[in-house]
């Protein structure tokens, strides 16, 4: 079946240009590749010829035409770009402005520009039969990431934005095996303002009120060594470190 690829990217980098950068976030190179280049290659093995990429950029950093290109070359057939007016209130609503552009029936996948993962750790072959999402995790530090929390037969009891109920901590990327379900889900549980997490609407809240409609959530357990975040400057000088990167 085909499915839908939703990529999020309709940020300012702001902390990017404040570091003395002078093209978008997505564009910076780094072992020889651009961070875009960098995050779609996390995806090679769910990126297949009938895929539906959708590009949700912010208008004003003008990413159309790079998009667009860069498709091109990485053999992308079936793009979209969808270009928005001004800055959302989070990710999920970022996503969810791209719907009229999705095959509702199909899967759907939603992830970010900053966020390199080595394609060997992402397959489709890896989501648990009888899945209705899916949230691959890594453990890691820190307190400012999406946690899953499991129960006893494996499934997801409970997830929360900033909150570490458990060590699994969301890479970012989100599936959903049928598309519209999350628009189901977004417009029941944001309906409730009380949702939001600091002002922001957050993908990973969303399983949660799946999982309360008895629905089934899986993480897959990658390997610290195989996600890179590159979200912040110092994260990325940090994957530039990195000797011989060929992944």
């Not at 779609?40 to 667009?68: Q, T, W």
């Not at 691959?136 to 400012?144: D, K, L, Q, S």
């Not at 901590?169 to 889900?185: K, T």
């Not at 897959?220 to 060929?246: C, M, S, W, Y």
Request: net charge neutral; aromatic share 12%; with cysteine.
């Amino acid at each position: 079946m085909s499915q839908n690829i939703v990529i999020t990217m309709a940020g300012r980098g702001s902390r990017f240009y404040d570091a003395g950068y002078t093209v978008p976030k997505y564009e910076i190179m780094a072992h020889g590749r651009s961070l875009f280049d960098w995050s779609m290659l996390s995806l090679k093995h769910f990126l297949a010829p009938d895929s539906r990429v959708i590009f949700v950029c912010l208008g004003e950093n003008r990413s159309a035409d790079y998009v667009r290109a860069r498709s091109a070359v990485l053999g992308i057939r079936d793009v979209r770009v969808l270009e928005l007016a001004q800055l959302t209130d989070g990710q999920a609503t970022s996503a969810y402005l791209s719907r009229d552009l999705w095959q509702p029936e199909s899967p759907l996948l939603i992830y970010n520009i900053d966020t390199y993962v080595n394609p060997r750790a992402l397959k489709p072959a890896d989501i648990r039969p009888g899945s209705d999402g899916w949230v691959p995790c890594f453990r890691v530090p820190g307190e400012h990431w999406s946690f899953v929390k499991l129960g006893e037969d494996g499934w997801a009891s409970d997830l929360a934005e900033k909150q570490r109920i458990s060590d699994f901590a969301s890479i970012g990327l989100y599936w959903f095996a049928c598309a519209g379900e999350y628009v189901n889900a977004y417009d029941e549980f944001f309906a409730d303002p009380a949702n939001l997490v600091r002002g922001e609407r957050y993908v990973a809240p969303l399983y949660k009120h799946l999982v309360r409609n008895g629905k089934h959530i899986s993480i897959a357990d990658l390997a610290l060594q195989d996600v890179h975040v590159l979200g912040t400057p110092a994260e990325l000088e940090a994957f530039k470190k990195i000797n011989n990167k060929r992944d």
